[in-house]
């Protein structure tokens, strides 16, 4: 069965039940089954066969995720686009995948013609008004799919989505997810939130992620729910649409909760209506794992990567308090294993690299066979993240396995002195790095931007260590910037900061000052 009959089979139970709630205005499940068949002829009549890619390029919509069941149902696989890169990026990844179809909407389109960035063979359609003239416009591509609809040419393990990861360890790579994937992560976040039929979700981060399309999106699609979706994240939007339609869960990553939390609402908004807020795809600083439960509301961490759809690890909302800062044990369709450089597994409590089994692990790379093989060596994925398991399996990540610093023999995690930093609410951004040095072959380094209007000076960011890490740990410099460099998908690039750190080595051996 593909994706798309989670939908049809809602419509026919409960037609007038609202799957989607944007812009002021219900789409009940039948009419989404209605939209997903009318774009499924419409790919048919323009032959996209089994393995076809078809990209979007556009802020999230209900268009969007009826494309993307669409492509389920036809066995093309569906390529959401980051648009928060730059064109040569789009370009890059086009011409690697070559799709049949990019829908592209209003907003994006003059920069997309202007800067070529369409492969030869790839027809474009404007989502809206704007584009060239020799562009299709949605209502005609549409009206070329009127007819009966062609039956499901898709099978299980066949793959239906293509997202690219964020490239913070070089060139981004395209993780092929199949059917039968999605469908195993939804299996793991009914598991995780104990999803049911009468959920309210609501949807900020972007469908182009795993994270805002696979944590809880199309799991609660697959259920029955009602989810809420947002174009894009706004921290007034959020607070008004939790409390006007009673949501019951949603997905904010810590920037998204930083945002809140420094909001004027935050005190007194009324978050009654939540069962609990997941988070994760990076550090969660205790200050904010601490001030949503104030709130009383359970924050449940979760873990995986891009290549494991993404739910490889997850707490539920009764270890929330208890487990709070690790991302909690094997989700429930998933192993987990902790292995050495040589790949034999560590005793408990000691840290390695995170392997993960489990059918929500991805196809492979797109059109990458050696980098395809590195990373699902033995049967399991080797995430690159080290990590830590206690006693009763839950797992604690220290971060990237290449960050480890080793300084005088001792190894030194990231992840552990980032958290004392960012628990500083004078903080709003923090990376820690090892900076070679003759002596101890790595020090450590602190790079942080406070929030504004804050001056940070070194003395004050060396206290915030007193009494809570050993020597060793303890940065030997720090550096104070206006921002950190971030990966399109938001996330910090340690090699951007490390570069930056070099280069400031050469002639500011203590940086005190702040750089842009």
Same mark, same amino acid.
């Given at each position: 069965?593909?994706?798309? @009959? ?28 209605? @939209? ?14 089994? /393995? ?16 993307l069941?669409?492509c389920?149902?036809v ?70 799919g ?21 490239g ?5 790579? /395209?993780?092929?997810?199949? @059917? ?57 939007? &959020? ?5 006007? #339609? ?22 007194d908004a ?8 997941? &988070? ?20 449940? @961490? ?46 408990? /409590? ?14 492979g ?6 980098? %395809?093989?590195?990373a ?19 797992? &604690? ?13 001792e ?5 552990e ?5 960012? #628990? ?12 070679? #040095? ?6 450590v ?49 340690k ?15 203590? %940086? ?5």
């Amino acid at each position: 069965m593909d994706l798309s @009959q989670w939908i049809a089979q809602h419509a026919g139970r409960k037609p007038a039940r609202a799957a989607l709630r944007f812009e002021g205005r219900d789409i009940t499940y039948a009419e989404l089954a209605a @939209q997903i068949d009318g774009i499924a002829a419409a790919l048919a009549v323009r032959h996209v066969r089994p /393995g076809d890619r078809i990209a979007w390029l556009g802020l999230n919509s209900p268009a969007m995720l009826a494309a993307l069941f669409a492509c389920a149902h036809v066995g093309a696989i569906f390529l959401p686009l980051n648009w928060r890169l730059a064109a040569p990026e789009h370009k890059a990844m086009l011409q690697a995948s070559s799709p049949s179809l990019l829908f592209v909407e209003d907003v994006f389109a003059a920069e997309t013609a202007a800067q070529q960035v369409v492969p030869p063979g790839t027809a474009c359609v404007a989502l809206g008004a704007s584009g060239p003239r020799d562009w299709m416009r949605w209502d005609a591509f549409l009206a070329g799919g009127r007819g009966p609809l062609p039956p499901s040419l898709a099978a299980a393990g066949s793959a239906v989505l293509l997202c690219y990861t964020s490239g913070s360890t070089g060139r981004p790579k /395209g993780a092929l997810l199949s @059917q039968e994937a999605l469908a195993c992560n939804a299996a793991n976040s009914v598991d995780m939130h104990g999803l049911v039929a009468t959920d309210r979700v609501l949807t900020t981060l972007p469908l182009f992620h795993v994270g805002g399309l696979n944590i809880l999106t199309l799991p609660a699609l697959q259920m029955g729910c009602t989810v809420t979706l947002h174009p894009k994240f706004d921290p007034e939007a &959020t607070f008004d649409a939790i409390a006007r #339609d009673r949501i019951t869960l949603t997905v904010l990553v810590p920037a998204q909760l930083d945002a809140m939390l420094a909001h004027p609402r935050w005190a007194d908004a009324d978050l009654s209506s939540l069962r609990m807020i997941t &988070t994760g795809s990076t550090l969660v600083a205790q200050r904010i794992i601490r001030a949503v439960h104030a709130r009383g509301v359970p924050l449940i @961490q979760v873990w995986g990567a891009t290549e494991t759809s993404p739910i490889a690890a997850c707490l539920h909302a009764d270890e929330a308090i208890a487990r709070a800062g690790t991302t909690g044990r094997a989700a429930r369709h998933c192993r987990l294993r902790i292995a050495d450089v040589a790949g034999n597994e560590v005793p408990t /409590g000691s840290a390695g690299e995170v392997w993960v089994r489990g059918v929500n692990v991805m196809n492979g790379y797109w059109e990458d066979p050696e980098a %395809t093989a590195r990373a699902l060596a033995n049967g399991w994925f080797h995430s690159g993240d080290l990590g830590h398991l206690d006693d009763e399996g839950f797992l &604690t990540i220290d971060g990237r396995l290449k960050d480890m610093i080793i300084s005088g023999g001792e190894n030194v995690s990231p992840a552990e002195v980032e958290g004392v930093l960012l #628990d500083c609410a004078d903080i709003a951004e923090a990376a820690v790095i090892g900076r070679s #040095d003759s002596r101890w072959g790595e020090v450590v380094v602190a790079v942080v931007a406070p929030k504004p209007g804050v001056t940070l000076e070194r003395e004050r960011v060396l206290a915030l260590f007193d009494g809570r890490l050993a020597r060793f740990k303890i940065p030997k410099d720090v550096v104070v910037v206006d921002a950190l460099p971030r990966t399109a998908l938001g996330k910090v690039s340690k090699e951007d900061v490390r570069q930056m750190v070099a280069r400031l080595a050469g002639s500011k051996p203590n %940086t005190q000052e702040q750089i842009a």
